[in-house]
């Protein structure tokens, strides 16, 4: 089994990213800066939002933290975006209640909806970024293959189909409104799978042909931790292409948000003709 690192890959980018950020801080006075909007206090967010602390400060960009109650949001996220020290905001999800979702992450300015979230965001969804800096930086070609996107979600499959089909790609997409034989029939003719469900154990073994590439975009609470979509029978065998159980998508998501920040940061340099 060939594991796909995202770490390794991460470790790299952050180095590029805290060179970029250095230049911007000397040679053209800008800080960029990250703002966090949070309704949900839960442990795993608060765990993803103190990755991002921590990435923040390895990069030298400057990270601020709201988490207030979602009635008072939509106000901090207008205030965000009328502060012109703030150069990108991410509506940490899920949020308290998700009914409100689609509205909030609209509500950001395009030119500093870094997640990429938003209908007119200026910026590549960081996830769909992430899982393409992967397949790339193992050398994996897409070109000519047969690719499946498991899951149509807001955050990883729907941005990953429309980023793949942007780049002149053709991937098949099934998720649980899918009929099982269809489902079956997909992940057994597909040379790359993306999955991102948040189903635990979805992906077994007896779905998967030899040497297929599969990337675990998924993440599901399993007996009070936290597992992808693909069986833990899949990493028993020595076939496949995969991610790891941990560190796959998730280092070098972080490191996309983080270079939609540092971009948004440069444009603002490059209006100033800095």
């Known amino acids: 089994m060939k594991l796909l690192d995202g770490k390794e890959l991460a470790g790299y980018i952050q180095e590029r990213q ?3 950020v250095r230049a911007l801080r000397q040679a053209a006075r800008i800080f960029p800066r990250l703002a966090i909007v949070q309704t949900l206090d839960d442990p795993v967010i608060n765990s993803y939002i103190r990755l991002k ?8 960009v400057e990270l601020e933290h709201h988490l207030v109650p979602q009635s008072e949001a939509e106000a901090v996220i207008r205030r ?5 020290a703030v150069h990108g905001i991410i509506i940490q ?6 009914a409100d979702t689609e509205r909030f992450i609209n509500l950001v300015a395009p030119h500093k909806d870094i997640d990429g979230l938003g209908a007119a965001t200026e910026f590549t969804p960081a996830t769909a970024m992430a899982i393409n800096w992967l397949l790339a930086g193992y050398n994996i070609a897409l070109e000519r293959k047969q690719l499946l996107i498991v899951g149509r979600g807001k955050l990883v499959g729907g941005p990953l189909e429309r980023l793949w089909q942007q780049s002149g790609l053709s991937p098949v997409v099934v998720d649980d409104q899918t ?5 079956l029939q997909q992940v057994r003719g597909a040379e790359v799978i993306v999955t991102a469900t948040g189903t635990a154990g979805l992906i077994t073994s007896q779905m998967l042909s030899p040497g297929t590439v599969v990337v ?3 993440v599901a609470s399993e007996a009070g931790r936290l597992v992808g979509d693909v069986a833990s029978d899949v990493r028993l065998r020595d076939d496949l292409i995969i991610t790891p159980e941990k560190g796959g998508v998730g280092p070098l998501t972080v490191c996309a948000l983080f270079d939609n920040v540092i971009q948004a940061a440069r444009r603002v340099a490059d209006a100033a003709g800095q």
């Open 179 to 183: 009929p099982e034989a269809d489902f």
């Open 216 to 218: 675990d975009a998924g």
């Open 53 to 60: 602390r921590r990435y923040a400060e390895e990069t030298l």
């Open 18 to 20: 805290a060179r970029q």
């Open 93 to 98: 999800l899920p949020l308290t209640d998700p």
């Open 80 to 84: 965000l975006n009328d502060d012109d």
